[in-house]
């Protein structure tokens, strides 16, 4: 039969494990909160590849998809970085980009991604913004 020093024992534990779960849903609630989720279209002008993002009015070029994939996310990844330096909110002060874009967005069928094995795992001091490529018809 557990004595009384146990019982408050286990009724202390019992509470320090309700303030980490508790914790840990504030902390994954707060990084949801600072999730960035971007769509993003693709399209061919003169021989580059270009990636229009919708949600901020700002585009990356490369002549393959794999270095497009790049500069996408180097780009996010770095108004990132300069909003955190700047204590701002990322893209806080981009428009959305022009409804051209949008309608190109809404036309497109195709998800694109290169290849796993083709696209570097790269170490960013931030986390790298979500964003989903499609290919303009």
Same mark, same amino acid.
């Given at each position: ?10 009724? *202390? ?7 980490? &779960?508790?914790? !840990? ?8 909160? !600072?999730?960035?989720? &971007? ?10 590849? &270009? ?11 490369? *002549? ?7 500069? &996408?996310?180097?780009?996010? +990844? ?7 330096? =700047?204590?701002?909110?990322? =893209?806080?002060? =981009?428009? %959305? ?25 790269? *170490?960013?001091?931030?986390? +790298? %913004? ?6 303009a018809a």
């Amino acid at each position: 039969m557990p004595t009384q020093r146990a019982i408050k024992a286990s009724g *202390k534990a019992r509470s320090q494990l309700r303030d980490v &779960v508790n914790k !840990r849903r504030a902390s994954r609630t707060a990084k949801e909160e !600072r999730l960035i989720r &971007v769509r993003v279209v693709l399209f061919e002008e003169e021989g580059w590849k &270009v990636a229009q993002c919708l949600e901020y009015d700002i585009a990356a070029q490369a *002549k393959t998809l794999e270095d497009l994939y790049y500069q &996408v996310e180097r780009m996010l +990844v770095a108004q990132v970085i300069a909003a955190e330096e =700047f204590g701002r909110q990322p =893209f806080q002060n =981009f428009p %959305p980009a022009p409804s051209k874009y949008v309608k190109m967005w809404e036309r497109a069928f195709l998800g694109v991604q290169p290849a796993a094995e083709r696209r570097p795992k790269r *170490k960013y001091p931030v986390p +790298v %913004p979500e964003f989903e490529m499609r290919a303009a018809a």
